[in-house]
Structure formats: C-alpha cells, structure tokens
C-alpha cells in the first residue's frame, strides 16, 4: 500500500443530511442458537429476575444503547406459530423449527418478550409469518397484541396474565420472501399482493400501524431491485419502510476488502433509495418510502456453511462468532455508512443482539461479556443522536479487489443542536499507516476537544473472550488537538475514532 497523505473535511451546520431516528441503533432477537436462552432467558441463573430474564445481560443492552428490538425471526419467522409462545408456560408445545434444524420450546414468547423489551427501555418490531401463514394469522396476532378488551383474542390476553396492550406499532410482513432459503418463499408478485393484502386488512384495524415490507436479502441476489419494484407497485401506498439485510466478512485473507464492506452498504442503500423514488414516480405518490435495514453485521457464512447439519437440539451452539478488533473497526464503519444515510434509513437492527453474531455474549450459569463489536455500537448510540452533518472528505485512497479505489477515510459527524455538540465518528481503513485528519470547523460553535478515543490494537486478531474479557476496549486517542477554528489529529492504523467536542 503507498505511504499516505493525510485527510481533511469541513463541517458546516448549514448542510446536513437529516435527523437521527433513535431506530437506527436497533437490534434482533431470533429464536435461533442460544439468543434467547441461555442469552436472555435463563431461569435459575444467578442473575435471573423473576421473569427469567438475565439480569446481567439486561443491564449490558441497556448500556449498549438498543432502541428497537425485532423478534422472532429472521427465518425462523416463517414456520413459527405466534399462539405457540403464549398462555401458561407448561402448556406451550414443542415445535420442530425447519429454518435452523431446532426444537423449539415455546418457553419464552410473546408475554416474554414484550416483559424484555420493557425492562431495556426498548420499542418492539414484531415479524409476522407470511411464508406457511397469512391474513387472518395476523390480524389474530395484531387484536391479541393490540386490542384493548371486549374481544375474544384481547380477553384472551388478559385472562394470560396481561391486562395491558402491548401497543406494538411497528411490523414486519415476513422475513426474506425474496429467498429460496425461506420457509414458503415466494416470487415477487406472491409476495407483493400477499403483503398488500395482509397491509390493508392491518390498516383497517390500526390506520396509524407501521409497516416493513420485504426488500432483498442482499445487493446480491439475482432479482435484486427488479424484486423491490414489483413489491413497491403492490404496496406503496400501504407501507412506510422496505427492508434490506447485509452481512459482511472477511474473505480469503483479503483484509483491504473487508475493510471496505461499508462501500457495499452504502451503495446497497442508495440503489434500493433509487428504485423506491422510481416506483413512487411512476405511481404519481408524494409519498416517500424509508429503508428499514433490519439486519446487518460482520457473520462468517462461510463458517456456518461448512458445518454439519444440526440434529433437532434445544438452543445449540449456533453461529458464535468470536469477533476480533478488525471486526469491530469495520462495524463502526457499516454505522457510519448508516449514519450518513439517516435521511432514508429509519429503522436498523444489528442482527443479532446476545451470543448469535452478537455483541454481548453468555455462559450457561456463568458470566456475561462484551465483544468487541460492543464498543462502536455502544458509542454510536450514545453520541450519535441529533443531526449528521454532511461530510465530503478529500481523503487518499487505496485499491482494493472487490470495490476498487476507496478512501482510506471513512468518516461522520452528528450535531446535537440543543447544546451545539458535535461528534465525530471516523475510521482509518489502513491497516498499517496512521492517517493525518484537519477538519475545518469555523461555522460551528465548539471550543474544547471534550474526548477522543480509539478502538484499535497493534495485533489485528484481539479478540474479547470468557477467560479475557476486556483485551480490546476503547482508550484514549492522542494528538488531538482544537485550535484556529480546525480540529487537527491523527488516526492509528486500522481504527475506530470517536472524537467530541463541545
């Protein structure tokens, strides 16, 4: 890689891209691996509550910061029976789940779930099954939730112990439709009048309900846009947000790659953007489609490909990603790719939330942890609320072989217009040479560098485990420094920076 130059940007109030949505800093919680027990659901656990529920980990999702939660699925979504997971506890049956070779205790469901939400001051996304189920499924599913009494499906509810609406606002109609994987995959045009269809019979119910309609699985898939079109002329007027899901990893050593994935997301984001505005056009509409990226994360595919088929286990070991500071630098990068995106992406889960490609891992009766991929998410919760200002970095490039010349930049910075705080969110995608960075900043009223600090790590392969919990965690950075109305530092090789200042 040649020797660098350094990068520069400036930030000016006067442009910016949008809100922050509190939504885009989401996650999910699938019935699949240990997720939900033995991650979140462990009665008889030291730390459990009288619900279950680990309390240890309750109090890490709280610190990471999630807004929304989307449940159950992901796949398992498509085959699952919403009237399984409620009413007494040992009365619920055990189901066979096709989309991860599982057994599916039903002993947390719905009741469960909504008890979770509420204990992390989060909001709930609920998936409905529109792969083997359809309208009158969801319109069962929405009165139990949704109705307050007086109907034989709300009563129901409260005779199980909750009196109260769970008030879930936000849904989604299926789970990757798009994808042969899927339990009743469908073509476009099936799924494109099923999820109208089940959209108007919600609406009449709840007019205020809001609603996700599938996108593509990836940027990759054969009917990619083609699938979104067909979808959207269906359901335009209906939905409020379509769907996209991306997972990343690192590929046959080639780092420089990997480390470029948010170009993908980015792109992947404005090509679906593209395709809403065209559909929207067409149809006459002033209304505008948001993009609801409900998963996406660093997952070794690869890894879980090459693996046995599973043989009908309660809650195996599923998908356990064990995720590296590399890791971790490029998922602060795919939030930066969201964040400068917040005009159009509303709503995004960071799939998933404990032990399954997750941020927060668990042992069966012992600790909790976070991984390295903890810290960017935690950050960029906590000072990424407010308004992004748009950022158009010179910045020196690098070749890479799947998305050719990158910036070797990668940055962000969000205004909090009550205090006029700003912080910015920047990752340095070399990974041998640190990357000189001014920002000029002489139309924002800041004076002080409040912080700045850096995930980074001299051996690229660090990882968090149980017996070392913290050997990657974010410190200070270095040579940062506030001065002529330009902030001036320099960022390591291979990091992820938060930088406020006030």
């Given at each position: 890689?040649?020797?660098?130059?350094?990068?520069?940007?400036?930030?000016?109030?006067?442009?910016?891209?949008?809100?922050?949505?509190?939504?885009?800093?989401?996650?999910?919680?699938?019935?699949?691996?240990?997720?939900?027990?033995?991650?979140?659901?462990?009665?008889?656990?030291?730390?459990?509550?009288?619900?279950?529920?680990?309390?240890?980990?309750?109090?890490?999702?709280?610190?990471?910061g999630?807004?929304?939660?989307?449940?159950?699925?992901?796949?398992?979504?498509?085959?699952?029976k919403?009237?399984?997971?409620?009413?007494?506890?040992?009365?619920?049956?055990?189901?066979?789940?096709?989309?991860?070779r599982?057994?599916?205790?039903?002993r947390?469901?719905?009741?469960?779930?909504?008890?979770?939400?509420?204990?992390?001051?989060?909001?709930?996304?609920?998936?409905?099954?529109?792969?083997?189920?359809g309208?009158?499924?969801?319109?069962?599913?929405?009165?139990?939730?949704?109705?307050?009494?007086?109907?034989?499906?709300?009563?129901?509810?409260?005779?199980?112990?909750?009196?109260?609406?769970?008030?879930?606002?936000?849904?989604?109609?299926?789970?990757?439709?798009?994808?042969?994987?899927?339990?009743?995959?469908k073509?476009?045009?099936?799924?494109?009048?099923?999820?109208?269809?089940?959209?108007?019979?919600?609406?009449?119910?709840?007019?205020?309900?809001?609603?996700?309609?599938?996108?593509?699985?990836?940027?990759?898939?054969?009917?990619?846009?083609?699938?979104?079109a067909?979808?959207?002329?269906?359901?335009?007027?209906?939905?409020?947000?379509?769907?996209?899901?991306?997972?990343?990893?690192?590929?046959?050593?080639?780092?420089?790659?990997?480390?470029?994935?948010?170009?993908d997301?980015?792109?992947?984001?404005?090509?679906?953007?593209?395709?809403?505005?065209?559909?929207?056009?067409?149809l006459?509409?002033?209304?505008?489609?948001?993009?609801?990226?409900?998963?996406?994360?660093?997952?070794?595919?690869?890894?879980?490909?090459?693996?046995?088929?599973?043989?009908?286990?309660?809650?195996?070991?599923?998908?356990?990603?064990?995720?590296?500071?590399?890791?971790?630098?490029?998922?602060?990068?795919?939030?930066?790719?969201?964040?400068?995106?917040?005009?159009?992406?509303?709503?995004?889960?960071l799939?998933?939330?404990?032990?399954?490609?997750a941020?927060?891992?668990?042992?069966?009766?012992?600790?909790?942890?976070?991984?390295?991929?903890?810290y960017?998410?935690?950050?960029?919760?906590?000072?990424?609320?407010?308004?992004?200002?748009?950022v158009?970095?010179d910045?020196?490039?690098?070749?890479?072989?799947?998305?050719?010349?990158?910036?070797?930049?990668?940055?962000?910075?969000v205004?909090?217009?009550?205090?006029?705080?700003?912080?910015?969110?920047?990752?340095?995608r070399?990974?041998?040479?640190?990357?000189?960075?001014?920002?000029?900043?002489?139309?924002l009223?800041?004076?002080?560098?409040?912080?700045?600090?850096v995930?980074?790590d001299?051996?690229?392969e660090?990882?968090?485990?149980?017996?070392?919990?913290?050997?990657?965690?974010?410190?200070?950075?270095?040579?940062?420094?506030?001065?002529?109305?330009?902030?001036?530092?320099?960022?390591?090789?291979?990091?992820?920076?938060?930088?406020?200042?006030?």
């Amino acid at each position: 890689m040649p020797q660098t130059d350094s990068a520069r940007f400036t930030l000016d109030p006067a442009f910016a891209v949008g809100d922050v949505d509190p939504r885009l800093f989401g996650s999910f919680v699938e019935h699949l691996g240990r997720c939900v027990y033995t991650g979140i659901h462990e009665p008889g656990h030291p730390a459990a509550d009288e619900a279950g529920l680990r309390t240890d980990v309750l109090a890490l999702i709280r610190e990471l910061g999630v807004s929304v939660i989307r449940y159950p699925g992901g796949n398992f979504v498509s085959g699952y029976k919403w009237e399984d997971g409620v009413g007494p506890v040992g009365e619920r049956p055990r189901r066979l789940d096709p989309a991860w070779r599982s057994t599916e205790t039903n002993r947390f469901g719905l009741s469960e779930y909504i008890d979770f939400v509420r204990k992390v001051d989060g909001e709930p996304m609920m998936a409905l099954n529109l792969g083997t189920r359809g309208v009158a499924e969801a319109l069962e599913l929405q009165e139990y939730a949704n109705h307050p009494s007086g109907t034989a499906l709300a009563d129901l509810r409260i005779g199980h112990g909750d009196k109260d609406p769970y008030g879930i606002g936000l849904w989604c109609l299926g789970n990757e439709m798009d994808g042969p994987w899927q339990t009743g995959h469908k073509t476009a045009e099936e799924y494109g009048r099923l999820a109208a269809e089940t959209a108007r019979a919600m609406r009449q119910i709840d007019p205020d309900v809001e609603l996700v309609a599938c996108g593509s699985s990836n940027q990759s898939m054969p009917t990619f846009a083609t699938w979104e079109a067909t979808v959207l002329t269906q359901t335009y007027d209906l939905v409020d947000h379509i769907s996209l899901h991306a997972y990343y990893e690192e590929r046959d050593g080639d780092r420089d790659s990997f480390l470029a994935s948010a170009v993908d997301m980015e792109s992947f984001i404005e090509n679906v953007v593209a395709t809403c505005d065209h559909i929207g056009a067409r149809l006459k509409s002033k209304k505008r489609i948001n993009l609801s990226f409900d998963e996406w994360n660093v997952w070794y595919q690869t890894h879980y490909h090459n693996a046995e088929p599973l043989n009908w286990e309660e809650a195996p070991r599923l998908l356990e990603d064990n995720y590296s500071v590399t890791d971790a630098v490029v998922v602060g990068s795919l939030l930066i790719a969201l964040l400068r995106h917040a005009d159009r992406v509303t709503v995004a889960c960071l799939a998933q939330l404990v032990n399954v490609i997750a941020p927060i891992m668990t042992e069966p009766g012992g600790p909790a942890w976070r991984q390295t991929t903890f810290y960017p998410f935690a950050q960029a919760s906590a000072h990424g609320r407010g308004r992004v200002l748009r950022v158009e970095a010179d910045s020196p490039a690098y070749e890479t072989s799947v998305y050719g010349e990158v910036p070797l930049l990668h940055a962000t910075a969000v205004l909090d217009e009550s205090t006029g705080a700003v912080t910015v969110f920047a990752v340095n995608r070399d990974q041998h040479r640190p990357l000189p960075l001014e920002i000029a900043l002489r139309a924002l009223p800041v004076t002080r560098v409040v912080e700045h600090t850096v995930l980074a790590d001299a051996d690229p392969e660090a990882r968090n485990t149980l017996t070392d919990p913290e050997r990657v965690t974010p410190r200070p950075g270095e040579g940062t420094e506030l001065a002529d109305g330009a902030l001036r530092t320099t960022l390591e090789p291979m990091s992820w920076n938060v930088i406020r200042l006030a």
